[in-house]
């Protein structure tokens, strides 16, 4: 083990499944957004993060810096 810490990086290009998968507290941060939907809909994990926040007028980069502050999932 080289001992690097892995820093996921969230673009708003990111898929909302690969965040939910990358970043702990993601649900909880998507909700407070007011994307909580997102995080359950059929759809959702398969939209993008600008995707999402377009369709339901979100201020994206909020959201990044939100979800950039989170830790990785181990």
């Known amino acids: ?3 690097k810490v892995r820093i996921m990086n ?3 290009e990111a898929t909302i499944a690969d965040v939910l998968a ?3 507290g993601a649900a909880e941060t998507l909700r407070r957004f007011g994307l909580d939907h997102c995080s359950d809909c059929s759809a959702g994990p398969l939209e993008t993060l600008i995707d999402g ?5 979100v ?3 909020p959201l990044l810096d939100a ?3 989170l830790p990785d999932t181990a």
């Open 1 to 3: 083990m080289s001992g």
């Open 10 to 12: 969230i673009s708003p």
């Open 22 to 24: 990358g970043k702990q």
């Open 53 to 57: 926040c377009e369709a339901h007028g």
């Open 59 to 61: 201020d994206i980069q």
């Open 67 to 69: 979800l950039n502050s």
